[in-house]
């Protein structure tokens, strides 16, 4: 195999480029660290079963799924998120356009309602429809990671999401994301997990070619170390990976990644993780004399093409997220490869 065709480094020392905006994702929670929270049972909702938290921000429970091949949707499941203090449940629909928050969730954060920029109207199963003439700004966390979502204010009760939601004909939910994974390690180092999953572990003997392309990895970047694989298969446009870091303990404080494409091209997004508190923000951003939270140096996108090799070092996990988003036009198989180190 030939090196890699085009090096991008990511980390403390590099000049990132200025790249496309960052677009919304589906986030993959870690579920071993989502808390328990019993302090919200006024807010339970014993439709969904829930007997903690309450529903809160539903994704397009409403719309129409889009037109695929397969009727089924490849992800859709709930999980818990905080919104200010209170834990809240919500629904993660992969064919949704639309955040939504209900009424009732509104009321109780005490969050604002203002008029919505574009109103519209939602239709019923019969000929009525609901107008949508509101929107407000859901302050949102998950782990980590806080923003502040813009969901339009729809009445949404347990007939609504159970009529509206295509998950009834689910068969294959999965929280890992629509994309085939593979993970190979040397002997002993096997114990990866993530996003609450623990793979099975391939052998770097069973892959020939991928012990080879390791080598041209190594070859490439002298003085690095890989002894373990993540290897992602995005089938169509329709699969993606959802922001994350790779800040796995396993892998140490500052961990290296190469990262290496082959197929149709993709978008390689990262975003910076907002600071921990407002203040210790404001504090970074007047200290450091940066721009505010969100300005364009937070996020960059760069193109993976065919034989590119990407690597992140330093602390590009600790600080940064990325994903790869759906695009409709790759409409041809991408796998990359993930080379990392889990130190002995
Ligand atoms: O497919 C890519 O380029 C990124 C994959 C990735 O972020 C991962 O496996 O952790
Ligand atoms: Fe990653």
């Known amino acids: 195999m030939k090196s890699p065709n085009k090096v991008l480094y990511l980390g403390e020392q590099q000049n990132m480029l200025e790249g496309d905006n960052v677009d919304e994702q589906v986030y993959e929670p870690n579920l071993d660290d989502v808390q328990d929270s019993d302090n919200d049972c006024a807010y339970e909702d014993h439709h969904v079963g829930c007997i903690r938290s309450t529903l809160g921000v539903i994704r397009c429970a409403l719309t129409q799924p889009k037109e695929t091949d397969d009727l089924r949707r490849s992800t859709i499941f709930h999980t818990y998120i905080k919104c200010g203090t209170k834990d809240c449940k919500v629904i993660i629909d992969s064919g949704s356009c639309i ?21 519209y109207k939602v239709s019923w199963v019969d000929t009525s429809s609901i107008a949508i003439n509101e929107r407000c700004l859901v302050p949102i966390q ?27 004909f689910e068969r294959d939910m999965t929280i890992f994301g629509p994309r085939d994974t593979c993970y190979v390690a040397s002997e002993g180092f096997t114990e990866l997990k993530y996003s609450g999953y623990q793979p099975h572990a391939y052998s770097w003997d069973d892959y020939p070619v991928l012990k080879d392309i390791l080598k041209a990895v190594h070859e490439a970047l002298p003085g690095s170390k890989f002894n373990s694989l993540l290897l992602n298969r ?29 197929g149709c091209e993709r978008e390689f997004l990262l975003r910076k993780k907002p600071a921990k508190t407002p203040q210790a923000a404001r504090g970074a951003e007047k200290s450091a004399g940066k721009r505010p ?52």
């Open 293 to 344: 939270k969100g300005s364009p140096s937070d996020q960059h996108g760069f193109v993976l093409r065919h034989g590119s090799l990407l690597v992140m070092r330093g602390y590009t996990q600790r600080d940064w997220v990325h994903s790869i988003p759906k695009r409709v036009k790759a409409n041809s198989v991408r796998i990359n490869l993930t080379f990392r180190l889990v130190p002995t």
């Open 142 to 168: 998950f782990l980590s990671y806080e923003d502040d979502v813009w969901c339009d204010i729809v009445p949404m009760d347990m007939g609504h999401i159970i009529l509206g939601c295509p998950s009834l």
């Open 99 to 119: 955040n939504a928050v209900s009424i009732s969730i509104v009321s109780r954060l005490g969050l604002k309602p203002t008029p919505h920029p574009n109103p």
């Open 234 to 262: 995005y089938k169509s446009g329709s699969d993606y990976v959802a922001w994350h870091s790779d800040d796995e303990k396993l892998y140490g404080p500052t961990p290296e990644i190469a990262s290496v494409s082959f």
